[in-house]
């Protein structure tokens, strides 16, 4: 039987190349070859030490590549796939028997993580999407690739796009509307690039010149640098000017508790505050609880997605592929063998979105 290889971490800071059989597949399950997988901040997290996760087979960004369809034969959206497409699959299940699954909120289902946190030594060993294979579970959705869709321009979908989709589709992004995006990350910018296809004008706000940079080219009305605007109250005021009195919706996406705070600030009288970038559980910071109810502002969380926002993922990908220059978003690729190196010059900030490669054109 052929042999298959992941990227096993046993302990924060350490990787294990481990090499299993390829397991037999269950009908409306399906192994994939992976084509390229991207290091998250997440699995950087994981790697330092600072997530509750502190073993498990790495990765949950991907693309891969079907090679037999025979037990699962159409996408979650009904299309039919055939040996060598390339699909893009969520990177936790729905059980639909848990008390979030039956009330809709799939994303939200209380084993969302139980295939992917199980040992890889047990069967089908293939959890992690840092890896040569990947099995794909019925309770997974998963969506075909378009042609015209690069390979690395998808790596992502499954994470970061399919999250600010469903965060701006919870915000209800409109045509006029104001939003300001803190943080032009990977987050940031395909946030940026969402609503400025919906119609809003979007100030971004970051402290890398070449970040604001790239946002602008991602569709950002405006940028306020925290280099030119040191002060937080400063920001405030500049966003508020920019967007007539405040934002219809201010984006969360840096990640650093502060910025909630400061993304509320940011909010007009009436609007809204979409959070996801604050994941790990601990981050506390002092939040303005009478600014939230007199100026009756909404704080919305958002994390993972439904099924459907990764289907759009990609579809706004296809929509805007030649418009958007989404391959700027990845400035470094490893081969497999380097998952380890690839994991440290993210941690050390070497680069700012890595990939692996597994066959990626």
């Avoid at 990787?15 to 299993?20: A, D, K, N, Q, T």
């Amino acid at each position: 039987m052929s042999v298959g290889r992941i990227a096993y971490m046993p302990s924060p800071g350490k990787i294990e190349l481990r090499e299993y059989e390829l397991p037999q597949v269950a009908a409306g399950d399906l192994l994939i070859e992976v084509l390229a997988s991207g290091i998250c901040g997440s699995d950087v997290h994981m790697f330092a030490d600072e997530h509750p996760l502190k073993s498990l087979a790495l990765g949950h960004e991907m693309v891969g590549r079907i090679v037999d369809p025979t037990t699962r034969p159409y996408d979650t959206a009904g299309v039919p796939l055939a040996a060598g497409d390339r699909v893009t699959v969520s990177y936790f299940q729905a059980c639909m028997a848990c008390q979030p699954c039956a009330r809709g909120e799939v994303e939200m289902c209380l084993h969302a993580y139980d295939n992917w946190i199980s040992s890889p030594d047990e069967a089908p060993h293939f959890n992690g999407m840092h890896g040569t294979h990947y099995y794909v579970r019925r309770t997974q959705a998963l969506f075909r690739v378009p042609d015209e869709v690069p390979t690395l321009v998808a790596a992502t979908a499954n994470c970061a796009l399919a999250q600010v989709t469903a965060g701006v589709d919870r915000a209800g992004v409109a045509t006029g509307d104001a939003v300001v995006v803190l943080g032009a990350g990977g987050l940031g910018l395909y946030c940026t690039a969402i609503c400025r296809e919906r119609g809003a004008t979007v100030v971004v706000v970051d402290a890398v010149p070449s970040r604001l940079e790239l946002a602008r080219s991602f569709g950002a009305s405006h940028t306020v640098s925290l280099q030119d605007y040191p002060d937080a109250q400063a920001r405030v005021a500049a966003v508020r000017e920019l967007t007539g009195g405040g934002a219809d919706t201010a984006f969360e996406l840096a990640g650093v508790p502060a910025a909630v705070q400061e993304a509320i600030s940011m909010a007009r009288i009436g609007g809204q505050v979409i959070e996801i970038g604050n994941i790990m559980p601990g981050l506390v910071t002092p939040i303005d609880v009478g600014d939230i109810t007199r100026r009756k502002v909404s704080v919305l969380p958002v994390i993972r997605y439904r099924p459907d926002h990764l289907q759009e993922a990609i579809r706004f990908l296809q929509r805007n592929i030649g418009a958007v220059p989404f391959e700027k978003l990845v400035d470094a690729t490893y081969p497999f063998d380097q998952v380890e190196v690839a994991l440290q010059d993210s941690q050390n900030r070497r680069v700012a979105r890595a990939i692996l490669t597994l066959g990626a054109e």
